[in-house]
């Protein structure tokens, strides 16, 4: 539900976490346990959540959550580690569904495409992505979904040979 780079997610603290405001800042990147910074400028952002993420973010938090400590962390407060979380339970969960070939990018990828299907311009799927440039988000993020194809197909089908705007049907002259 945010488009995050994997190792933006696991080392979100909660500090950087904004349930009022509902938004997110990404200020640091983990990855194989070493915390570095993000990977461009553009990486360090704020970005928006919708409802039902801050809804399930509260539910993650606990009333008294150290600030320093990371939203998903082991038992022992260390970041998680995305290779075992992925062969463990990620993977298993997808096999299950039917679902194969997903990884944590493909998430990402889906993320991008879905704000574009939902009709948001370029630049806010760049922003929300973290990308350094429009060309980066438009060339490899977004993807055709087949029924917005069909539909847009269909839309223009109906432009091409469907009723002239100056034209009347028959039956709006009727009931005139």
Not at 8 to 16: P, Q, V
Not at 22 to 42: C, L
Request: net charge positive; hydrophobic share 40%.
């Amino acid at each position: 539900m945010t488009g995050l780079r994997i190792g933006e997610l696991f080392a979100l603290r909660w500090k950087r976490v904004d349930l009022t405001a509902r938004t997110i800042q990404i200020a640091e990147t983990v990855y194989d346990g070493h915390f570095d910074t993000p990977k461009t400028s553009r990486s360090a952002r704020v970005i928006p959540i919708g409802d039902q993420a801050s809804v399930l973010l509260t539910m993650l938090r606990k009333s008294a959550a150290n600030p320093e400590s990371l939203v998903f962390a082991t038992s022992t407060g260390r970041p998680l580690n995305r290779h075992d979380l992925l062969r463990r339970h990620f993977r298993p969960a997808c096999k299950k569904l039917g679902l194969s070939g997903i990884t944590w990018h493909s998430l990402r990828h889906t993320h991008a495409t879905m704000l574009d299907a939902a009709g948001a311009p370029l630049g806010t799927v760049q922003a929300q992505l973290g990308h350094s440039t429009p060309e980066m988000t438009r060339e490899i993020y977004l993807h055709s979904i087949p029924s917005a194809q069909r539909q847009a197909v269909t839309a223009v089908e109906a432009l091409v040979c469907g009723l002239k705007r100056t034209q009347v049907s028959g039956e709006s002259q009727q009931s005139a």
